[in-house]
């Protein structure tokens, strides 16, 4: 499956992003996806994941509350609504999917199919 993120861009402090997360290839309707980032000079983390069917999903502490992952009807795009920025939130955003339906694993070597980034900035 091949992922394409895209929605990063430049926002001030507390205003708010929708990333968009498109897979073509396998069925990625029957995929768990995930939300990554990656700020610069730190090692990658996990921001929230969301199971095959968008009944389940997971959230990192520091965006809980925040951050809200959803996925469409057809099941071909996850979003990642991003509300209440902050600048610590900058960060290139990845997605990531994992053949396991119901997976919601935090740590990035148990999800196998990465999107590119796309950049967040938000300023103070």
């Known amino acids: 499956v091949q992922l394409q993120a895209s929605g990063g861009g430049s926002v001030q402090a507390g205003g708010s992003l929708r990333l968009s997360c498109v897979a073509s290839g396998r069925t990625f309707s029957s995929y768990a996806t995930g939300w990554f980032r990656q700020a610069p000079g730190k090692e990658r983390e996990f921001v929230a994941a969301i199971n095959w069917g968008g009944g389940s999903t997971s959230y990192a502490d520091s965006v809980k509350g925040r951050f809200t992952i959803s996925r469409d009807k057809d099941k071909t795009t996850v979003y990642l609504q991003m509300n209440s920025l902050k600048p610590e939130d900058t960060a290139v955003y990845y997605c990531?999917?994992?053949?396991?339906?119901?997976?919601?694993?935090?740590?990035?070597?148990?999800?196998?199919?990465w999107g590119q980034g796309t950049l967040v900035t938000v300023s103070s």
């Open positions: 990531a999917a994992e053949d396991r339906p119901y997976w919601l694993g935090t740590t990035i070597h148990s999800w196998d199919y």
